[in-house]
C-alpha cells in the first residue's frame, strides 16, 4: 500500500496476556517511529528504529514493552502482561530520514488497544 | 510533566473566518516547532513546521507564528474552511534529538457552515 499500514486496528485482551502489534512503513522509508496516544492525553514517543536500530528507546515505559524491525521494514511492538494503563491507541510513523526535522512523518491509522 | 499544552481543547470558527490555534512550551531547549492535523480514524497528518530561527512560517491558507520570548506560537488558518475541523497538535522537537517528538494535547477545531 501507499501508506503505512497497522495491524490489528483493535486490539482488546484481558489484563497479563501479551499482545503484538505490527506496522508496516511506507517503502523506503529507513525511519520508523512508535507513538501511543492515552485517553485525554497527546502522543507520547515510544521508541526509534533507524534501519533495524533502535538509536532512542527512551519512551518505552517499562521493561514490558519491546519493539523489533526487521529487514529495515516492517516492526512489532510487543507488551507483556498487559496492564489497564496500557490501554491506548499506539501509533506507528515513518519517514524517509530520520529525524523530526524533517517534518513529514507519515502515520498510520494507529492500532486501539483495551486492556480489560 | 506536559511540556507542550494546549490550553483550549476546543474552538469553534464560522466558515471564512480566521482560526486561531495556542500552544505554549516549556522547555527553552526545544528548536523546532510542528502542526499536525488528525481526522477521526486516520493517524495525524503534517502540516506546516518553523524553526526557532524564524518567527512566521507561511503555507496557503496556514501561518504558523514564533514567540521565542513567551515560548509561545500559534497556528492561522484563513479563510477557515469546514474540511479544516480535525484535531491539531503541536509538537516540538530539540537539537540532537531530532528523532523525538514531544507533542501537545490536540485542540479539536470545527468550522461551522
Known amino acids: 500500500g501507499a501508506g503505512v499500514s497497522q495491524s490489528p486496528s483493535n486490539k482488546v485482551t484481558e489484563k497479563g496476556k501479551d499482545v503484538e502489534l505490527r506496522c508496516d512503513p511506507i517503502?523506503?522509508?529507513?525511519?520508523l517511529y512508535w507513538y501511543r496516544q492515552s485517553l485525554g492525553q497527546g502522543l507520547e514517543f515510544l521508541i526509534y528504529?533507524?534501519?533495524?536500530?533502535?538509536?532512542?528507546k527512551s519512551g518505552l515505559p517499562s521493561d514490558r514493552f519491546s519493539a523489533e524491525r526487521t529487514g529495515g521494514s516492517v516492526s512489532t511492538l510487543t507488551i507483556q502482561r498487559t496492564q489497564q494503563e496500557d490501554s491506548a491507541v499506539y501509533l506507528c510513523?515513518?519517514?524517509?530520514?530520520?529525524?523530526?526535522?524533517?517534518?513529514?512523518?507519515?502515520f498510520g491509522e494507529g492500532s486501539r488497544l483495551t486492556v480489560l | 510533566d506536559q511540556q507542550v499544552k494546549q490550553n483550549s481543547p476546543s474552538l469553534s470558527v464560522q466558515e471564512g473566518r480566521i482560526s486561531i490555534l495556542n500552544c505554549d512550551y516549556t522547555n527553552s531547549m526545544f528548536d523546532y516547532f510542528l502542526w499536525y492535523k488528525k481526522y477521526p480514524a486516520e493517524g495525524p497528518t503534517f502540516l506546516i513546521s518553523?524553526?526557532?530561527?524564524?518567527d512566521k512560517n507561511e503555507d496557503g491558507r496556514f501561518t504558523v507564528f514564533l514567540n521565542k520570548s513567551a515560548k509561545h506560537l500559534s497556528l492561522h488558518i484563513v479563510p477557515s474552511q469546514p474540511g479544516d475541523s480535525a484535531v491539531y497538535f503541536c509538537?516540538?522537537?530539540?537539537?540532537?534529538?531530532?528523532?523525538?517528538?514531544?507533542f501537545g494535547t490536540g485542540t479539536r477545531l470545527q468550522v461551522m457552515l
Open positions: 510513523a515513518s519517514s524517509l530520514v530520520g529525524g523530526a526535522k524533517t517534518g513529514e512523518l507519515f
Open positions: 509538537a516540538a522537537s530539540k537539537t540532537g534529538t531530532a528523532s523525538k517528538l514531544t
Open positions: 528504529f533507524q534501519g533495524n536500530s533502535a538509536p532512542d
Open positions: 517503502s523506503g522509508h529507513t525511519a
Open positions: 518553523i524553526s526557532s530561527i524564524k
